[in-house]
DNA sequence: GTAATTATTTGATCAGGATCAATGATATCA
DNA sequence: TGATATCATTGATCCTGATCAAATAATTAC
Protein backbone atom coordinates (compact mmCIF):
# COMPACT_ATOMS: atom_id res chain seq x y z
CA UNK A 1 0.00 0.00 0.00
CA UNK A 2 2.79 2.43 1.16
CA UNK A 3 5.06 0.68 -1.99
CA UNK A 4 4.11 3.70 -4.46
CA UNK A 5 4.82 6.53 -1.79
CA UNK A 6 7.63 5.41 -0.54
CA UNK A 7 9.62 5.48 -3.58
CA UNK A 8 8.24 8.29 -4.43
CA UNK A 9 9.95 9.84 -1.48
CA UNK A 10 12.93 8.24 -1.36
CA UNK A 11 13.73 9.09 -4.77
CA UNK A 12 13.77 12.82 -3.93
CA UNK A 13 14.97 13.23 -0.36
CA UNK A 14 16.91 11.02 1.65
CA UNK A 15 14.98 9.96 4.84
CA UNK A 16 16.15 7.08 7.71
CA UNK A 17 14.36 4.20 8.01
CA UNK A 18 12.72 5.80 11.01
CA UNK A 19 11.93 9.22 9.89
CA UNK A 20 10.36 7.23 6.84
CA UNK A 21 8.39 5.38 8.76
CA UNK A 22 7.33 8.33 10.45
CA UNK A 23 6.25 9.86 7.61
CA UNK A 24 4.07 6.92 5.55
CA UNK A 25 2.40 6.29 9.38
CA UNK A 26 0.41 9.72 9.40
CA UNK A 27 -0.68 8.88 5.36
CA UNK A 28 -4.23 7.03 5.44
CA UNK A 29 -5.96 5.39 2.32
CA UNK A 30 -8.78 6.17 0.60
CA UNK A 31 -10.83 4.75 -1.89
CA UNK A 32 -12.79 7.22 -4.13
CA UNK A 33 -15.49 6.29 -6.54
CA UNK A 34 -15.50 7.48 -10.14
CA UNK A 35 -16.86 11.04 -10.01
CA UNK A 36 -16.42 11.38 -5.71
CA UNK A 37 -15.56 14.43 -4.65
CA UNK A 38 -12.70 14.15 -2.18
CA UNK A 39 -12.27 17.91 -1.41
CA UNK A 40 -14.99 20.44 -1.73
CA UNK A 41 -15.16 24.28 -1.85
CA UNK A 42 -15.65 25.85 1.16
CA UNK A 43 -14.45 23.04 3.41
CA UNK A 44 -11.71 23.55 6.25
CA UNK A 45 -10.59 20.09 5.59
CA UNK A 46 -7.49 20.01 3.65
CA UNK A 47 -5.52 17.20 2.88
CA UNK A 48 -2.72 16.23 0.46
CA UNK A 49 -3.41 13.50 -1.53
CA UNK A 50 -1.16 11.06 -3.22
CA UNK A 51 -2.51 9.09 -6.13
CA UNK A 52 -1.93 5.48 -6.11
CA UNK A 53 -4.06 4.31 -8.64
CA UNK A 54 -6.23 6.75 -10.75
CA UNK A 55 -6.67 10.29 -11.56
CA UNK A 56 -7.60 13.42 -9.73
CA UNK A 57 -8.74 16.62 -10.93
CA UNK A 58 -8.79 19.99 -9.17
CA UNK A 59 -10.79 22.74 -10.50
CA UNK A 60 -12.80 25.44 -9.46
CA UNK A 61 -15.82 27.48 -10.37
CA UNK A 62 -16.00 30.51 -12.36
CA UNK A 63 -18.24 33.73 -11.52
CA UNK A 64 -20.64 32.41 -14.40
CA UNK A 65 -20.98 28.94 -12.87
CA UNK A 66 -18.96 26.67 -15.33
CA UNK A 67 -15.62 24.64 -14.01
CA UNK A 68 -12.20 25.55 -14.73
CA UNK A 69 -9.63 22.70 -14.52
CA UNK A 70 -6.58 23.81 -13.06
CA UNK A 71 -4.50 20.33 -12.99
CA UNK A 72 -5.11 16.34 -13.35
CA UNK A 73 -2.83 14.10 -11.25
CA UNK A 74 -2.54 10.47 -12.25
CA UNK A 75 -0.49 7.67 -10.48
CA UNK A 76 2.52 8.39 -8.37
CA UNK A 77 1.70 12.07 -7.99
CA UNK A 78 1.01 14.34 -5.62
CA UNK A 79 -2.28 16.54 -5.41
CA UNK A 80 -3.52 19.36 -2.98
CA UNK A 81 -5.61 22.44 -3.28
CA UNK A 82 -2.22 24.20 -2.45
CA UNK A 83 -3.57 27.82 -1.71
CA UNK A 84 -5.44 26.40 0.86
CA UNK A 85 -2.82 24.51 1.90
CA UNK A 86 -0.32 26.98 2.34
CA UNK A 87 -2.28 29.57 4.01
CA UNK A 88 -5.08 26.79 6.01
CA UNK A 89 -7.92 28.87 4.56
CA UNK A 90 -11.45 27.48 2.85
CA UNK A 91 -10.89 25.35 -0.44
CA UNK A 92 -11.30 27.41 -3.31
CA UNK A 93 -11.69 24.59 -5.08
CA UNK A 94 -12.79 21.20 -5.44
CA UNK A 95 -10.81 17.86 -5.60
CA UNK A 96 -12.74 15.30 -7.81
CA UNK A 97 -11.82 11.53 -8.64
CA UNK A 98 -12.11 11.24 -12.44
CA UNK A 99 -11.65 8.15 -12.19
CA UNK A 100 -12.35 5.18 -9.65
CA UNK A 101 -9.21 5.91 -7.60
CA UNK A 102 -6.90 4.74 -4.57
CA UNK A 103 -5.37 7.46 -2.89
CA UNK A 104 -3.18 8.31 0.09
CA UNK A 105 -3.65 11.23 2.26
CA UNK A 106 -2.08 12.97 4.71
CA UNK A 107 -3.63 15.70 6.76
CA UNK A 108 -1.92 19.75 6.89
CA UNK A 109 -1.40 19.50 10.32
CA UNK A 110 0.41 16.24 10.29
CA UNK A 111 1.77 17.35 7.37
CA UNK A 112 3.30 20.60 8.71
CA UNK A 113 4.41 18.75 12.34
CA UNK A 114 6.64 17.16 10.03
CA UNK A 115 8.27 19.99 8.74
CA UNK A 116 9.52 20.15 12.67
CA UNK A 117 10.40 16.47 13.69
CA UNK A 118 11.57 14.78 10.59
CA UNK A 119 14.80 16.85 9.14
CA UNK A 120 14.34 15.83 5.59
CA UNK A 121 10.62 16.62 5.91
CA UNK A 122 11.39 20.63 5.22
CA UNK A 123 13.71 19.56 1.88
CA UNK A 124 10.97 17.42 0.40
CA UNK A 125 8.02 20.27 0.99
CA UNK A 126 10.47 22.95 -0.33
CA UNK A 127 10.91 20.76 -3.43
CA UNK A 128 7.47 20.05 -3.97
CA UNK A 129 6.77 24.11 -3.53
CA UNK A 130 9.39 24.46 -6.58
CA UNK A 131 8.13 22.07 -8.73
CA UNK A 132 4.50 23.54 -8.22
CA UNK A 133 5.96 26.91 -9.17
CA UNK A 134 7.62 26.04 -11.95
CA UNK A 135 4.97 24.15 -13.54
CA UNK A 136 2.37 26.85 -12.67
CA UNK A 137 4.74 29.37 -14.64
CA UNK A 138 5.15 26.75 -17.55
CA UNK A 139 1.23 26.85 -17.70
CA UNK A 140 0.93 30.61 -17.29
CA UNK A 141 3.38 31.02 -20.33
CA UNK A 142 1.74 28.62 -21.96
CA UNK A 143 -1.67 30.01 -22.16
CA UNK A 144 0.02 33.63 -22.53
CA UNK A 145 1.75 32.22 -25.71
CA UNK A 146 0.11 29.68 -27.61
CA UNK A 147 -3.04 29.18 -29.53
CA UNK A 148 -5.52 26.88 -28.66
CA UNK A 149 -4.73 24.26 -31.40
CA UNK A 150 -0.84 24.85 -30.21
CA UNK A 151 -1.71 24.17 -26.57
CA UNK A 152 -3.65 20.77 -27.55
CA UNK A 153 -0.22 19.86 -29.42
CA UNK A 154 1.93 20.59 -26.65
CA UNK A 155 -0.68 18.63 -24.29
CA UNK A 156 -0.27 15.72 -26.71
CA UNK A 157 3.19 15.59 -27.24
CA UNK A 158 4.42 16.19 -23.75
CA UNK A 159 1.43 14.72 -21.79
CA UNK A 160 -0.19 12.06 -24.15
CA UNK A 161 -2.08 10.15 -21.49
CA UNK A 162 -3.96 12.90 -20.65
CA UNK A 163 -5.53 13.58 -23.80
CA UNK A 164 -6.08 9.48 -24.44
CA UNK A 165 -7.38 8.93 -21.15
CA UNK A 166 -9.42 11.87 -20.66
CA UNK A 167 -12.68 12.56 -21.83
CA UNK A 168 -12.48 15.20 -24.74
CA UNK A 169 -14.89 17.46 -22.39
CA UNK A 170 -12.32 17.03 -19.67
CA UNK A 171 -9.46 17.70 -21.95
CA UNK A 172 -11.10 20.70 -23.57
CA UNK A 173 -11.77 22.44 -20.05
CA UNK A 174 -7.93 21.83 -19.19
CA UNK A 175 -7.14 24.24 -22.28
CA UNK A 176 -9.45 26.62 -21.61
CA UNK A 177 -11.50 25.92 -24.93
CA UNK A 178 -14.89 24.79 -25.32
CA UNK A 179 -15.08 20.96 -26.30
CA UNK A 180 -16.75 22.20 -29.74
CA UNK A 181 -13.19 23.84 -30.36
CA UNK A 182 -11.28 21.12 -29.54
CA UNK A 183 -13.51 18.40 -31.45
CA UNK A 184 -12.79 21.02 -34.30
CA UNK A 185 -8.77 20.70 -33.70
CA UNK A 186 -8.33 17.27 -34.02
CA UNK A 187 -10.97 16.96 -37.09
CA UNK A 188 -8.40 18.96 -38.68
CA UNK A 189 -5.26 17.81 -37.57
CA UNK B 1 21.14 51.11 2.56
CA UNK B 2 19.94 47.91 4.31
CA UNK B 3 17.43 49.55 6.67
CA UNK B 4 14.02 48.72 4.27
CA UNK B 5 15.51 45.29 3.72
CA UNK B 6 15.53 44.74 7.10
CA UNK B 7 12.50 45.59 8.11
CA UNK B 8 11.26 43.44 5.23
CA UNK B 9 12.84 40.54 6.67
CA UNK B 10 12.29 41.01 10.09
CA UNK B 11 8.60 41.83 9.61
CA UNK B 12 8.48 37.92 8.13
CA UNK B 13 10.52 35.88 10.41
CA UNK B 14 12.32 35.91 13.53
CA UNK B 15 16.10 36.35 13.13
CA UNK B 16 18.54 37.08 16.16
CA UNK B 17 20.64 40.03 15.52
CA UNK B 18 23.92 37.90 14.13
CA UNK B 19 21.74 35.83 11.81
CA UNK B 20 20.44 39.02 10.34
CA UNK B 21 23.53 40.76 10.14
CA UNK B 22 25.01 37.57 8.64
CA UNK B 23 22.09 38.15 6.16
CA UNK B 24 22.85 41.51 5.16
CA UNK B 25 26.08 41.30 4.68
CA UNK B 26 25.51 39.24 1.56
CA UNK B 27 23.46 41.70 -0.28
CA UNK B 28 25.02 44.24 -2.22
CA UNK B 29 23.82 47.39 -3.63
CA UNK B 30 23.24 48.10 -7.25
CA UNK B 31 22.08 51.20 -9.09
CA UNK B 32 20.87 50.76 -12.32
CA UNK B 33 19.99 53.25 -14.93
CA UNK B 34 16.37 53.40 -16.76
CA UNK B 35 16.01 50.84 -19.24
CA UNK B 36 18.74 48.79 -18.34
CA UNK B 37 18.69 45.46 -18.06
CA UNK B 38 20.19 43.57 -14.50
CA UNK B 39 19.57 40.14 -15.86
CA UNK B 40 19.76 38.59 -19.43
CA UNK B 41 18.28 35.42 -20.97
CA UNK B 42 21.25 33.16 -21.37
CA UNK B 43 22.96 34.45 -18.53
CA UNK B 44 24.61 31.97 -15.73
CA UNK B 45 23.99 34.92 -13.35
CA UNK B 46 21.19 34.31 -10.95
CA UNK B 47 20.94 37.14 -8.47
CA UNK B 48 17.59 37.54 -6.14
CA UNK B 49 16.99 41.79 -5.98
CA UNK B 50 15.42 43.51 -3.52
CA UNK B 51 13.66 46.78 -4.98
CA UNK B 52 14.72 49.81 -2.21
CA UNK B 53 14.22 52.38 -5.30
CA UNK B 54 12.78 52.17 -8.78
CA UNK B 55 10.94 49.03 -10.33
CA UNK B 56 12.15 46.29 -12.13
CA UNK B 57 10.47 44.38 -15.23
CA UNK B 58 10.46 40.65 -15.57
CA UNK B 59 9.51 39.29 -18.81
CA UNK B 60 10.51 36.54 -21.80
CA UNK B 61 10.30 36.95 -25.34
CA UNK B 62 7.65 34.55 -27.17
CA UNK B 63 8.65 33.12 -30.36
CA UNK B 64 7.34 35.62 -32.78
CA UNK B 65 9.84 37.32 -30.93
CA UNK B 66 7.76 39.61 -28.82
CA UNK B 67 8.14 40.66 -25.05
CA UNK B 68 5.76 39.09 -22.50
CA UNK B 69 6.10 40.69 -18.75
CA UNK B 70 5.84 38.18 -16.40
CA UNK B 71 5.88 40.61 -13.39
CA UNK B 72 6.86 44.28 -11.91
CA UNK B 73 8.50 44.33 -8.23
CA UNK B 74 8.32 48.30 -6.81
CA UNK B 75 9.98 49.44 -3.78
CA UNK B 76 10.16 46.90 -0.88
CA UNK B 77 9.57 43.90 -3.01
CA UNK B 78 12.06 40.49 -3.66
CA UNK B 79 12.58 40.22 -7.77
CA UNK B 80 14.41 37.07 -9.59
CA UNK B 81 13.37 34.97 -12.48
CA UNK B 82 12.57 32.14 -9.97
CA UNK B 83 12.08 29.46 -12.26
CA UNK B 84 16.57 29.55 -13.15
CA UNK B 85 17.19 30.62 -9.23
CA UNK B 86 15.56 27.52 -8.17
CA UNK B 87 17.36 25.09 -10.67
CA UNK B 88 20.06 27.36 -11.26
CA UNK B 89 19.73 27.19 -15.06
CA UNK B 90 20.70 29.72 -17.09
CA UNK B 91 18.31 32.50 -17.07
CA UNK B 92 15.32 32.38 -19.48
CA UNK B 93 14.19 35.99 -18.94
CA UNK B 94 15.06 39.17 -19.16
CA UNK B 95 14.63 41.39 -15.82
CA UNK B 96 14.60 45.09 -16.67
CA UNK B 97 14.68 48.49 -14.74
CA UNK B 98 11.72 50.15 -15.78
CA UNK B 99 12.96 53.28 -13.57
CA UNK B 100 16.09 54.57 -12.42
CA UNK B 101 16.66 52.04 -9.84
CA UNK B 102 18.58 51.39 -6.70
CA UNK B 103 18.73 47.74 -5.89
CA UNK B 104 20.07 45.13 -3.27
CA UNK B 105 21.22 41.78 -4.65
CA UNK B 106 22.23 38.43 -3.74
CA UNK B 107 23.65 35.53 -5.51
CA UNK B 108 22.08 32.39 -5.67
CA UNK B 109 24.96 30.75 -4.12
CA UNK B 110 25.04 32.53 -1.35
CA UNK B 111 21.18 32.63 -0.84
CA UNK B 112 21.63 29.11 -1.03
CA UNK B 113 24.32 28.58 1.81
CA UNK B 114 22.39 30.80 4.15
CA UNK B 115 19.51 28.35 4.27
CA UNK B 116 22.03 25.61 5.82
CA UNK B 117 23.57 28.14 8.24
CA UNK B 118 20.74 30.86 9.08
CA UNK B 119 17.96 28.83 10.97
CA UNK B 120 15.40 31.21 10.14
CA UNK B 121 16.16 31.54 6.49
CA UNK B 122 15.18 28.30 5.61
CA UNK B 123 11.34 29.50 6.34
CA UNK B 124 12.16 33.29 4.78
CA UNK B 125 12.61 31.20 1.81
CA UNK B 126 9.78 28.50 2.11
CA UNK B 127 7.22 31.97 2.92
CA UNK B 128 8.52 33.32 -0.13
CA UNK B 129 8.00 30.26 -2.25
CA UNK B 130 4.52 29.74 -1.45
CA UNK B 131 3.47 33.54 -1.75
CA UNK B 132 5.18 33.43 -5.36
CA UNK B 133 2.76 30.00 -5.75
CA UNK B 134 -0.31 32.29 -4.91
CA UNK B 135 0.80 35.20 -6.62
CA UNK B 136 1.15 32.68 -9.74
CA UNK B 137 -1.72 30.91 -9.32
CA UNK B 138 -3.61 33.81 -8.86
CA UNK B 139 -2.55 34.94 -12.24
CA UNK B 140 -3.18 31.92 -13.77
CA UNK B 141 -6.89 32.41 -12.69
CA UNK B 142 -7.39 35.82 -14.06
CA UNK B 143 -6.14 35.06 -17.29
CA UNK B 144 -8.77 31.98 -17.22
CA UNK B 145 -11.45 33.75 -16.11
CA UNK B 146 -11.65 37.06 -16.99
CA UNK B 147 -11.66 39.45 -20.04
CA UNK B 148 -8.68 41.78 -21.20
CA UNK B 149 -11.86 44.52 -19.85
CA UNK B 150 -12.08 42.59 -16.35
CA UNK B 151 -8.49 42.12 -16.39
CA UNK B 152 -7.42 45.98 -16.42
CA UNK B 153 -10.30 46.74 -14.23
CA UNK B 154 -9.00 44.36 -11.83
CA UNK B 155 -5.67 45.43 -11.80
CA UNK B 156 -6.94 49.51 -11.48
CA UNK B 157 -8.91 48.47 -8.31
CA UNK B 158 -5.99 46.11 -6.83
CA UNK B 159 -2.68 47.41 -8.21
CA UNK B 160 -3.43 51.43 -9.05
CA UNK B 161 -0.01 52.49 -8.59
CA UNK B 162 1.07 49.83 -11.55
CA UNK B 163 -1.43 51.83 -14.20
CA UNK B 164 -0.53 55.07 -12.90
CA UNK B 165 3.04 54.90 -12.78
CA UNK B 166 3.90 52.41 -15.61
CA UNK B 167 3.32 53.60 -19.39
CA UNK B 168 0.66 51.68 -21.00
CA UNK B 169 2.69 49.82 -23.33
CA UNK B 170 3.88 47.79 -20.09
CA UNK B 171 0.45 47.92 -18.86
CA UNK B 172 -0.69 46.39 -21.62
CA UNK B 173 1.96 43.73 -22.11
CA UNK B 174 1.60 42.76 -18.57
CA UNK B 175 -2.36 42.15 -19.08
CA UNK B 176 -1.62 40.07 -22.49
CA UNK B 177 -3.18 42.71 -24.88
CA UNK B 178 -2.19 45.24 -27.06
CA UNK B 179 -1.75 48.88 -26.10
CA UNK B 180 -4.62 49.81 -28.95
CA UNK B 181 -6.68 47.41 -26.96
CA UNK B 182 -6.07 49.09 -23.86
CA UNK B 183 -6.37 52.55 -25.29
CA UNK B 184 -9.68 51.87 -26.55
CA UNK B 185 -10.44 49.81 -23.19
CA UNK B 186 -9.78 52.96 -20.94
CA UNK B 187 -11.95 55.34 -23.54
CA UNK B 188 -14.90 53.56 -22.79
CA UNK B 189 -14.73 53.29 -19.22
C1' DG C 1 -31.02 -4.83 -21.59
C1' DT C 2 -33.19 -0.78 -22.23
C1' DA C 3 -34.09 3.94 -21.11
C1' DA C 4 -32.06 8.05 -19.96
C1' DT C 5 -28.44 10.78 -19.52
C1' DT C 6 -24.12 12.59 -21.10
C1' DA C 7 -20.51 13.24 -24.59
C1' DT C 8 -19.20 14.26 -29.32
C1' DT C 9 -19.57 16.14 -33.76
C1' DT C 10 -21.01 19.44 -37.22
C1' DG C 11 -23.15 23.75 -38.86
C1' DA C 12 -24.30 28.81 -38.69
C1' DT C 13 -23.63 33.06 -36.60
C1' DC C 14 -21.46 36.51 -33.61
C1' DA C 15 -18.19 39.30 -30.98
C1' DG C 16 -13.86 40.73 -29.19
C1' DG C 17 -9.43 41.65 -29.85
C1' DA C 18 -5.45 41.48 -33.35
C1' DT C 19 -3.57 43.59 -37.15
C1' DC C 20 -2.40 47.23 -40.28
C1' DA C 21 -2.27 52.07 -41.02
C1' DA C 22 -2.04 56.90 -40.03
C1' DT C 23 -1.91 60.85 -37.05
C1' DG C 24 -1.07 63.33 -32.87
C1' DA C 25 1.28 63.61 -28.35
C1' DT C 26 5.40 62.81 -25.27
C1' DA C 27 9.93 61.85 -24.07
C1' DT C 28 14.61 61.60 -24.92
C1' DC C 29 19.04 63.15 -25.93
C1' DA C 30 22.73 65.60 -28.15
C1' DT D 1 16.13 73.77 -27.33
C1' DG D 2 15.27 71.47 -31.19
C1' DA D 3 15.45 66.94 -33.66
C1' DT D 4 14.30 62.29 -33.33
C1' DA D 5 12.44 58.46 -31.64
C1' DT D 6 8.97 56.44 -28.95
C1' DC D 7 4.25 56.22 -27.26
C1' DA D 8 -0.80 56.82 -27.57
C1' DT D 9 -4.96 57.22 -30.01
C1' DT D 10 -8.33 56.28 -33.61
C1' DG D 11 -10.16 53.96 -37.74
C1' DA D 12 -10.98 49.88 -40.86
C1' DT D 13 -10.75 45.13 -41.52
C1' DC D 14 -10.04 40.34 -40.39
C1' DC D 15 -9.93 35.99 -37.87
C1' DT D 16 -10.40 32.89 -34.15
C1' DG D 17 -12.93 30.78 -30.93
C1' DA D 18 -17.56 31.36 -28.33
C1' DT D 19 -22.26 30.59 -28.64
C1' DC D 20 -26.49 28.49 -30.00
C1' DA D 21 -28.62 24.58 -32.20
C1' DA D 22 -29.35 19.97 -33.62
C1' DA D 23 -28.16 15.23 -34.65
C1' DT D 24 -25.66 11.21 -33.38
C1' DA D 25 -22.80 8.31 -30.45
C1' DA D 26 -21.49 6.49 -26.20
C1' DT D 27 -22.13 5.72 -21.18
C1' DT D 28 -24.55 5.06 -17.18
C1' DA D 29 -28.07 3.55 -14.21
C1' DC D 30 -31.93 1.03 -13.04
Redesign the pocket.
Known amino acids: MYEQLTKYITDRVPLDEAGLQQVLSRFNLLKAK??ELVGRTGEPSRRMFFVNRGCLRVYFIKA?G?EATRRFAFENAFSTSLTSFIDGSLLKEDTQAVEASELLYIHREDFYSLLHTIPGWEVFYRGFLEHAYISNTRRLEDFITL????RYQLLLKENPQMVLR???????NYL????????????VM
Chains 1, 2 share one sequence.
Not at 147 to 150: A, G, K, L, V
Not at 166 to 172: R, T, Y
Not at 176 to 187: F, P, V, W
Open positions: KNDRTPRELPNKLVANITQEALSRIKS
